[in-house]
């Protein structure tokens, strides 16, 4: 027979625990993605030290490409190359089957709504997104606007060409409380150099 | 009164709080579940990786980006042209699209080592698609031009460098497509027998004991090779066959033209018929028509009169030019009697964190069955290193017992750990501290999976300090970097071993062995009458181990005359004549001739060439003759012959046209009887990632990229873990309240 009271002493010190475990899950996905972004600035300085695919941390499967900010904002973080799937842990990601960007074609680069691109919701069109390469000068994008798409049935074209444009993406809608299908996508086009865009480096 | 009103209230208080608690965790299980389900999957059955990949398979695409599902394979034919110990392989396979969507897909296949696919052609439904060597920027460029006019192309990428890939896409709904590649091989020649695997799978088996074994000429008789189950019999056992049957019919032929009269001709695994077509030439079939491609179909041949110098001379006419093919097995009875010269050897073991596990123990194994085999009057040495260095000796020593009991205890001690610093062990193994003593021969054995990252250095280091030394790398584990033990071996002088599982050593050392112990054949030169050679490769040629044949290709200016094969054999020499106007024709040569100046190039780097100079010339000889390389890919083109405009509403009900010069015949008569169609688990075909029907665009503009999943769930696992903390926090004070009163 089992006893009540201890049943129930039991049952509520595992509540407790299990509450305690999944809160500690849950801050441990930010600081992840908060430490992994200051692990990786050190990476990025290596990169372009001319170092190619330096690995933030030897075991990493991922290695920054480029360094994307939004002055308007003052937010930025250093993007990675979409080697592994884990990459979007710690911090935006280039996607593999999309063109280098400022070269021909769509760039596009994804993270999570709820850390990196959280930034996302406030970005109006007009201000200026840049990208910071290795081996090129930086660029600026100038925000044209922003939709709203299915993951599975995006629109994204990569791979053809075209003129140099980029794509942020992020889930949506930026409050859900679980993963959906919907994603929030941000266009950018090539702005010129930075003296262009009003802006110095 | 107002206690047990008070208690009860509190016991009503107590039962809300266990129904609420209760309540939240199982939504929070089921939320939990949910937001896992954002993390990426597990593999599934059924599902593979590219990287799983171990033999050859066309993979579609699913909707997990990196998992694929293998297409039902309906037909394989083998085709091998053997001339000497070059062979050419044909491989056509017919797979089938089972789901009625259109997919994309990648053709995988595995090929031997040193192998390179020359030759691409396929036929996805009713389009032809054929590949063509450029350089390398400007394959990239037709193929980004080809994809701007709308057309079909791909680019063929090395996924890795045994690994042949390319992608496939747009393949309709039940379409069938067949894939043609050709690739070059070479014989492997051991203790006067030659050996050609071809690889039909060759994943991770089993080995039975007993594993049967055929010879060609009687049916079902016990192979007369004696130390064939020593060869690594790869065959799968019954029970590790799949259920779902996708191991489908093989067929397999080969034209043999060995050079010589062979004696007999075996295939190891597979009941074999041979066809003696006179002069040597013989025709293999399987006995029984189409096997299951479950075990690697490995045929060996040798000499019928193994006493007498055999030679065999073959040509080949391409462009106006002739190529020559010299393969010359020097009398074997010089090696087998002759006196044992002592040695002096130093054995470098790699003991860094990459060996840890299976290929430390069977490093250390193999090291000690070396050192088992040092006579009185040898000297040695044992050096050690990960990132750092010890020798046991600080110099070579005399093999007496003392100093071997002292070797081998400080190798039973060995620990795998640590980094890999190969480049002070390789030249403290390169000094010579006596490089005058004729009376004893000099090598150096070098134990080591090859994980490494500085092979220029290497390299450099080996051309630099080998003096009279001569390397033999041992490569151990599973999948040791033997693109550089080999080139290590080549560079050094010495031969190249590979111990693969702890059941090899024995096997691996005592080949080793014949090659350390019997007399190495030096000085080897070819002479030509004047103005007949252009161009003679490997050059200068290397030195023969026991049972190795002479092995040189040549571009002659004029195929008539006599050559003559010198080299040195210890003090004495040995010479052969043979007749040009003797060499019959074959297939290849050219190819082979290509890739040994292609080689020998790339390895004048070390050599202090210029590297702009090398990279035009093995270009040059990539594009000439039809290679991929480094500087070279493949870049496949639509080659579908134009239908004549009046034909084209009525395109797909005309029968196909195939392009000159194709030849799919062997798959596609195959008699159905024959084929156990391959079902596709019907949970899997959900999976599959539509690809896009080539006349709808705007379909192909409304799909576009799959974009990933960028929610955490972050938030709501804070949310959660404080409901059911709560949750759990009334419930306790509900207790205590209740119990106080």
């Known amino acids: 027979m089992l006893n009540p009271t201890l049943f129930a002493k039991t049952a509520s010190l595992a509540l407790i625990a299990a509450g305690t475990a999944l809160v500690g899950q849950g801050v441990w996905i930010g600081a992840k993605a908060e430490i992994a972004q200051a ?157 262009t865009a009003g802006l110095h480096p | 009164m107002t206690s047990t009103h008070r208690s009860r209230g509190s016991g009503s208080q107590g039962g809300f709080a266990l129904v609420l608690a209760a309540a939240v965790f199982i939504v929070s299980l089921f939320l939990w579940a949910e937001a896992r389900a954002d993390a990426p999957a597990p593999p599934d059955a059924g599902l593979v990786r590219l990287s799983e990949m171990e033999e050859s398979a ?36 017919r797979f089938e699209n089972p789901s009625d969507a259109w997919v994309e897909g990648i053709y995988v296949f595995p090929l031997p080592a040193d192998a390179g696919v020359d030759r691409l052609r396929m036929q996805i439904g009713d389009r032809f698609i054929e590949g063509e060597i450029h350089e390398r920027r400007q394959a990239r460029r037709i193929y980004e031009e080809a994809r701007a006019n709308g057309q079909r192309a791909s680019l063929l990428e090395q996924e890795r460098p045994n690994m042949f890939t390319t992608s496939v896409a747009n393949i309709g709904p039940g379409e069938t497509i067949i894939v043609q590649i050709e690739y070059q091989d070479v014989a492997r020649l051991a203790d006067g027998t030659f050996e050609l695997r071809v ?71 597979h009941a074999t018929l041979v066809e003696h077509l006179g ?29 007498r110098p055999s030679a065999a001379l073959f040509t080949q006419t391409l462009n106006g030019e002739t190529y020559l093919l010299a393969q010359v097995l020097p009398p074997a009875m010089l090696g087998a009697d002759t006196q044992r010269r002592p040695r002096e050897t130093v054995f470098v073991i790699d003991n860094s964190g990459s060996m840890a596990g299976a290929s430390m123990r069977q490093a250390k194994q193999a090291l000690l069955s070396a050192l088992d085999r040092m006579q009185p009057g040898d000297r040695f040495n044992v050096i050690r290193f990960d990132n ?56 150096v054995v070098f134990l080591t999976d090859g994980a490494i990252g500085n092979e220029d250095a290497l390299f450099a280091a080996i051309h630099d300090g080998l003096g009279r030394s001569r390397l033999f790398p041992v490569g151990i584990g599973s999948a040791p970097n033997t693109y550089f033990m080999s080139r290590a071996a080549r560079a050094g002088r010495g031969t190249f071993t590979h111990i693969g599982d702890i059941s090899e050593v024995a096997g691996a050392m005592d080949a080793l062995f014949a090659a350390l112990e019997r007399p190495v054949m030096t000085d080897l030169d070819a002479l030509f009458p004047e103005g007949a050679l252009s161009e003679i490769w490997p050059a200068p040629l290397p030195d023969l181990y026991y049972g190795e044949p002479v092995l040189m290709t040549a571009r002659l200016d004029n195929p008539a005359g006599s050559m003559r094969l010198e080299g040195r054999m210890g003090e004495a020499l040995w010479q052969a004549d043979l007749s040009l106007s003797d060499a019959r024709p074959a297939n290849g040569i050219a190819t082979l001739w290509a890739r ?31 290679l991929v390389s480094r500087l070279t890919s493949l870049v496949a083109v639509d080659v579908t012959p134009a239908r004549p405009a009046d034909e084209a509403l009525a395109a797909r009900d005309v029968p196909l046209m195939v392009p000159h010069g194709w030849d799919f015949e062997a798959v596609m008569n195959r008699s159905p ?62 207790q205590r309240r209740q119990s106080t009163c």
Not at chain 1, 147 to 167: D, K, M, Y
Not at chain 2, 215 to 225: F, K, L, Q, S, Y
Not at chain 2, 279 to 298: E, H, K, Q, T, Y
Not at chain 2, 599 to 626: C, K, M, W
């Open chain 1, 39 to 195: 692990l990786l600035a050190r990476a990025w300085a290596r990169a372009i030290d001319g170092e190619s695919a330096p690995t933030p941390w030897p075991w990493a499967d991922t290695w920054p490409v480029a360094r994307l900010s939004v002055p308007d904002l003052g937010e930025h973080a250093i993007v990675l190359a979409e080697a592994g799937g884990e990459a979007l842990a710690f911090g935006p990601s280039l996607l593999t089957a999309s063109a280098t960007p400022g070269e021909p074609g769509i760039s596009v680069i994804a993270a999570h709504r709820d850390t990196h691109f959280r930034f996302l919701q406030h970005v109006e069109p007009g201000q200026t997104v840049i990208i910071e390469r290795t081996d090129a000068p930086p660029l600026a994008f100038r925000v044209t606007g922003s939709e709203i798409v299915e993951a599975a049935r995006s629109g994204i074209e990569t791979g053809n060409g075209g003129p140099a444009r980029l794509a942020l993406v992020t889930c949506w809608p930026f409050d859900a409380v679980t993963p959906g299908p919907l994603r929030y996508v941000v266009w950018a086009e090539p702005a010129g150099d930075l003296q």
């Open chain 2, 58 to 93: 066309l993979l579609i695409r699913t909707v997990d980006a990196g998992l694929y599902i293998p297409a039902p394979l309906v037909a394989t034919d083998i085709a091998l042209d053997i001339a000497g110990p070059v062979a050419r392989a044909t491989v056509t396979q």
């Open chain 2, 199 to 269: 690889p039909l799978a060759i994943t991770p088996r089993y080995i039975p004991a007993d594993a049967p074994q055929f010879v060609a000429e009687g049916r079902n008789r016990p192979a007369a090779v004696p130390d064939a189950h020593r060869i690594t019999p790869p065959l799968m056992h019954p029970d590790g066959e799949p259920e779902n049957a996708l191991r489908l019919p093989v067929s397999i032929t080969a034209r043999l033209q060995p050079g010589f009269v062979p004696g007999e001709i075996a295939s190891l695994y």
């Open chain 2, 279 to 307: 002069d040597g030439d013989a025709r293999i079939s399987l006995a029984d028509g189409p096997v299951p491609a479950n075990r690697d179909f490995v045929l060996t041949w040798r000499p019928a009169e193994e006493d």
């Open chain 2, 388 to 443: 750092t260095m010890e020798q046991v000796f600080p110099a070579p020593v005399d093999a007496s017992r003392d100093n071997l009991d002292r070797a081998r205890r400080f190798v039973r001690g060995l620990d795998a750990n640590g980094g890999t610093e190969m480049l002070p062990a390789m030249q403290a193994a390169l000094v010579d501290a006596t490089p005058q003593d004729t009376a004893r021969v000099r090598q």
């Open chain 2, 596 to 626: 040994n100046r292609i080689r020998a190039i790339e390895e004048l780097r070390y050599q202090g060439a210029s590297p702009e100079a090398i990279n035009a010339e093995v270009l040059q000889t990539a594009l000439d003759f039809h």
């Open chain 2, 673 to 734: 009887e024959r084929q156990h169609r391959a079902a596709l688990d019907p949970a899997l075909i959900d999976r599959l990632a539509p690809g896009t029907p080539p006349a709808a665009g705007d379909a192909r503009a409304r799909e576009g990229l799959a974009l990933p999943a960028t929610a955490t769930p972050r938030e709501w696992l804070i949310l959660l873990g404080l409901l059911l903390a709560l949750a759990g926090l009334a419930w306790r004070v509900a």
